[in-house]
């Protein structure tokens, strides 16, 4: 408070050609209580570094975060360096906010991307990176050892032996029966009906299962969402959440390890793992996600840094994003947080995701299973559409229909956009 | 009205002196600034969302063209099956919460309108909640709604002897929409039970004094002095329960995301989703539009039916 005093009085005294005014550069980001407060004591570091600078961060909460942006687009009030959820980037940068980031910040930074990393940050028309994050994510299966040892279930130990659906689905019923258990599997649905969560966890497993949520070539929806393979996986799915094998959605997520550990199995995120370890201990096993399918699948792709259009000073935003993502505080952050590596030089400092490590599996899925989101400005309507979808199936909606109903919505989007010039010509 | 009132046909027909233009100078000098502002804040921004409807325009701008499509959206709407089950949805939500919260309101009242030692600071208590913000209301609630070990479970569970099975009040597409009616009622019959108080308190004691001395016991007394004095309290929360009850918005954005099976899904919530989420500010406006000439439609019918009575 006393600063941003300071720094009006100093802005006054510049107005009379005293002292020269400081350079204000605002940042946009989401995050849990321990990120804001991380957020604020980088921004405080490069301060320091650079006395001429301000940084003012701007906190959006996540599940509005893109509502909160529309709004700042509206009101002309564009922040200079904003945190943005990867699917999103395709929409951000055809919509003309995002310039190319790799001019602007420090050439090691782009040098020690990974390839996953690059990839979230890439937009598939010019091929150009618009985004960079010191992070990845990916998702995989936790276990309960007790119970999985109780039924005798097989512990896959890398990627290429994950279960197959079978062997999952086998292990759901007996875990159902097992004593102790009061549900086979958390999905986390206690994230809500509207969160992005259910197509970047749900979408892999019908990538697995041989379809997808929009065909990436034609860019049309219907007959690739609405197609058999779909529509088998989330029947699939329907039917364990009505064998009640799933938490329901209103009790919480944290039932994988809460008192007396009510859920045996946990499809979760890989910033899960922090705090399940910490109360599990040594009963935690990390395994990947089944083969429902022709092919194993996972998601990857985070909330990673950009440089708007909009920014007066490009070269400064830039110089903010590379001092971050540099930053030893916001890596010791990251790793406390179990932060999945998208630098190279982070994966080399987390033991973590190290070959041996406790979540190794999850960075093996990286480079042998991972699946983008579809990159195309749809991609708002796309996930829209898809929550709606899964919230009626787990509800007892006959999926056939409601994916049916999903699709004709995305074509529809697309159709009203003029198909998203140039991405109607990229077939 | 006031025009009429202070200045009626007979003395405008008359050659207009000078003291009557200069009053009616300062009748329209005094009546400028609330006709301003309402043009500027609600009947412009109709009027614009009227124009928007008839567009195809995004929430923020995009490469492509804003197009005029007509009525093209409205027809749209009318095809889209949520749209239907949203209007569904508030007028369950309505159909419930006018007897449960006037209700509740009309109780309160009439019994904070006795005689009672320290009267006035339960009338402050039974406030509270009214004044409480609803997300605040809404995040209590969620917990008190957990399934299957929050509190109101576990009252359930404890009162039936472990009898009735837990009940997912928030998860199950049956229960959905009444756990909030139960809440909203909760949260806002205050200002419904103040509105009741002074309409009590405007019924003369006279009147209550008089039926006494024809022997009227009370509840006789309640039938026939309390009841039609307070028509016209009845009929202004009735009109204005439904019009916020159609308005339902809040309680669904923090609790169930218009869910589950889209039980909750209600028309606001419906539009903010297609203006925000999907970003189609034409179709949203569509939306609103159609919106008000329901709750227009609903408060018209509301008063003639209410005057019928009234006979």
Known sequence: ????????????????????????????????????????????????????????????????????????????????????????????????????????????????????????????????????????????????????????????????????????????????????????????????????????????????AGCDLIDRKTWKSVGTLDSDPCVEALTMMQKWVTNRWVVPQSSGTNQFFAEGHPAALALGGHWFYAEAAASMKDDIVVMPLPKFGPRGASPNGTWIWGITTASEHPDIAGKFVSFMLKDKLYRDYAREDSGYPGLKSFAADSPLYAAGGPMAVAFEQASKTAIARPPHPAYPAITSAFMGAVDEIFNGGDAKAALSKAAEKIDEDIEENDGYPPFDEQQ | ??????????????????????????????????????????????????????????????????????????????????????????????????????????????????????????????????????????????????????????????????????????????????????????????????????????????????????????????WHVTMPGLRPTHVFVLVITTIQAFKLYTQVAILTQGGPKSSTETVVHYMVRSGFEEQKLGYASAVSVILFLIVLVIALLQRQLLRRFDV
């Open chain 2, 1 to 222: 009205m006031t025009l009429q009132q202070t200045a009626p046909p007979a003395v405008l027909a008359r050659p207009v002196s000078r003291r009557d233009k200069g009053r009616l100078f300062q009748e329209i000098g005094m009546l400028a600034p609330a006709v301003i502002l309402l043009t500027i804040f609600l009947v412009v921004p109709f009027l614009l969302s009227f124009w928007t409807a008839m567009t195809n325009q995004p929430l923020v701008p995009r490469p492509t063209p804003i197009r005029f499509v007509g009525f093209n959206n409205f027809l749209r709407i009318f095809r889209d099956e949520l749209f239907w089950t949203s209007l569904w949805n508030v007028s369950r939500f309505t159909f419930w919460i006018l007897p449960v919260q006037c209700g509740l309101a009309f109780a309160t009242a009439l019994l904070l309108h006795q005689k009672l030692p320290f009267r006035n600071l339960f009338r402050g208590l039974f406030f509270l909640p009214a004044i409480t913000s609803m997300v605040v209301v809404c995040v209590i609630w969620g917990t008190l709604f957990q399934y299957p070990t929050g509190p109101f479970n576990q009252v359930i569970g404890f009162l039936s002897g472990g009898r009735i099975q837990p009940i997912d009040w928030l998860g199950d597409p049956n229960w959905a929409m009444f756990s909030i009616v139960l809440l909203s009622a909760w949260q806002a019959y205050g200002f419904q039970m103040i509105v009741y108080l002074a309409g009590l308190q405007g019924i003369p004691d006279e009147l209550y004094d008089a039926a006494r001395i024809d022997g009227a016991n009370a509840f006789q007394r309640f």
């Open chain 1, 1 to 208: 408070m006393g600063k941003r005093l300071l720094s009006i009085l100093m802005a006054s005294a510049a107005l009379g050609g005293v002292a020269e005014a400081k350079t204000v550069i605002h940042v946009m980001h989401q995050g849990d209580p321990g990120w804001v407060a991380t957020y604020g004591e980088i921004a405080k570091r490069f301060e320091a570094a650079n006395p001429d600078v301000d940084v003012e961060l701007i906190y959006a909460p996540h599940d509005a975060y893109n509502e909160k942006f529309s709004a700042a687009v509206m009101s002309k009030q564009l922040p200079d360096v904003m945190e943005l959820d990867a699917p999103f980037l395709a929409n951000y940068v055809w919509s003309g906010y995002l310039q190319p980031i790799r001019p602007l910040v420090d050439k090691d930074v782009i040098g020690d991307m990974t390839e996953s990393n690059i990839a979230q940050g890439t937009y598939p028309i010019d091929k150009d990176l618009y985004a960079v994050g010191l992070t990845d994510s990916s998702v995989v299966l936790y276990g309960n050892k007790k119970y999985l040892e109780a039924i005798g279930a097989r512990i896959p130990k890398s990627v290429d032996d994950a279960w197959t659906r079978e062997e999952f689905e086998g292990y759901l019923e007996k875990l159902s029966k097992l004593d102790g258990v009061k549900w086979p599997i958390d999905t986390f649905r206690g994230y809500g009906i509207k969160t992005e969560w259910i197509t970047y966890a749900y979408g892999p497993i019908l990538q697995s």
